[in-house]
T-cell receptor, first 113, second 110 residues
Framework: GDSVTQMEGPVTLSEEAFLTINCTYT??????LFWYVQYPGEGLQLLLK?????DKGSNKGFEATYRKETTSFHLEKGSVQVSDSAVYFC????????????FGQGTELSVKP | DTAVSQTPKYLVTQMGNDKSIKCEQN?????MYWYKQDSKKFLKIMFS???????INETVPNRFSPKSPDKAHLNLHINSLELGDSAVYFC?????????FGPGTRLLVL
């Protein structure tokens, strides 16, 4: 079945460092891809999404490009802040009525001042 | 003006008890979901409802029974709670493929 694999965490960076969190997927069709963020003690918030190959999703300085040839959707940010400390989840949607999200295992990011 | 809300936020109970978690969305979405997040933060779909009809039941034990009285509500009832049910349960609703999550219910079974 469809699956999502993310890089292992935790990832620890200094403020203003460059961030990359790798995400690759396996899917039989053409899924939509998402990044969600979970701040400590909170629910998941949609960070960005892309619905077809070569689309770039972006929000709050984060970007990810849907790469069909490498089945990847890596998350990047040029300069992280302490407030970006959270768990980041890559996910794909199988689409269709009531289509479920399939999540990667999550990557914890800790940004130090 | 909370979009997806859940009650209670925390639930501590004894093994063998029966408990319910409620979810409401005011986004006008037709589809709602329950996900379970385990202690390692892994998230897995449990159920999906579309316009009050069950669409997905992801091999969840029969002790878990979702109920959707109308398309804005999806409640989760759990019978005979077990230690392994301890987790965070998230409700979500969706517009097309984008899902919006509630704040979660942290269930601890003692």
């Amino acid at each position: 079945g469809d699956s999502v694999t993310q890089m292992e965490g935790p990832v620890t960076l200094s403020e203003e460092a460059f961030l990359t969190i790798n995400c690759t997927y396996t899917a039989t069709g053409y899924p939509s891809l998402f990044w969600y963020v979970q701040y400590p003690g909170e629910g998941l918030q949609l960070l960005l999404k892309a619905t077809k190959a070569d689309d770039k999703g972006s929000n709050k300085g984060f970007e990810a490009t849907y790469r069909k040839e490498t089945t990847s959707f890596h998350l990047e940010k040029g300069s992280v802040q302490v407030s970006d400390s959270a768990v980041y989840f890559c996910a794909l949607s199988e689409g269709g009525q009531g289509g479920k999200l399939i999540f990667g295992q999550g990557t914890e990011l800790s940004v130090k001042p | 003006d909370t979009a997806v809300s859940q009650t209670p936020k925390y639930l501590v109970t004894q093994m063998g008890n029966d408990k319910s978690i409620k979810c409401e969305q005011n986004l006008g979405h037709d589809t709602m979901y329950w996900y379970k997040q385990d202690s390692k933060k892994f998230l897995k779909i449990m159920f999906s409802y579309n316009n009050k009809e069950l669409i997905i039941n992801e091999t969840v034990p029969n002790r878990f029974s979702p109920k959707s009285p109308d398309k804005a509500h999806l409640n989760l009832h759990i019978n005979s709670l077990e230690l392994g049910d301890s987790a965070v349960y998230f409700c979500a609703s969706s517009h097309q493929e984008t899902q919006y999550f509630g704040p979660g219910t942290r269930l601890l079974v003692l």
